[in-house]
């Protein structure tokens, strides 16, 4: 518990209005004892030699479409002042060597919005990926439906459910 809620002060660069509690939810749920069984799933972390926490991503193993079995990552924060790219780059190695041992055909990597722009137009951390050779593949959409009752779940009239 003690490296969860250490690492809470990174993701609150990430997600701002995140309680506590949720993170320990989280982060328990990846790496405790109530860990789902099966497909691999995690959060690594990069520290210094004191053991202080610089960067961390949180991934899972999924079935992917067009890559089968692919290494999903999230949450993707790096806070060093001194030195982010060397801390990117021991996270982004960290995520490619995870991928090959876990036997996985790609890596998606999902940023937050934060982390968007290019290097001559914002934050640097694009650059990092693309440095290391990973390629924007698509652009994923959220829509929070939480507490949204106008956005609650209806038949479909139109269309069919797949099966």
């Known amino acids: 518990m003690r490296q969860i809620d ?19 939810s989280f982060a328990t749920a990846l790496t405790g004892a109530s860990a789902p069984p099966g497909a691999p799933a995690g959060i690594m972390t990069v520290q210094n030699d004191r053991g202080y926490i610089h960067g ?10 067009r890559f089968g079995r692919i290494l999903s990552v999230d949450n993707f924060v790096v806070l060093d002042l001194f030195n ?13 060597d995870l991928g090959r041992t876990l036997h996985c055909t790609a890596i998606h990597t999902n940023l937050r919005e934060c982390y ?8 640097p951390m694009l ?3 693309r440095d290391e050779g990973h390629d924007v593949d ?16 209806r038949p479909l009239t139109v269309a069919g459910n797949a099966e």
């Not at 997600?15 to 509690?21: I, K």
């Open 6 to 24: 250490q690492a809470y002060p990174l993701v609150r660069a990430i997600a701002p209005d995140l309680p506590v509690e949720r993170w320990r």
């Open 56 to 65: 961390l991503f949180s991934y899972a193993v999924k079935e992917d479409l």
């Open 84 to 96: 982010v790219s060397d801390a990117a780059s021991s996270l982004l190695q960290t995520m490619e």
């Open 116 to 123: 968007a722009g290019t290097p001559a137009h914002g934050h």
């Open 127 to 129: 650059g990092f990926f």
């Open 138 to 153: 698509g652009v994923r959409l959220c829509k929070a439906l939480a507490g949204d009752k106008d956005n609650m779940s």
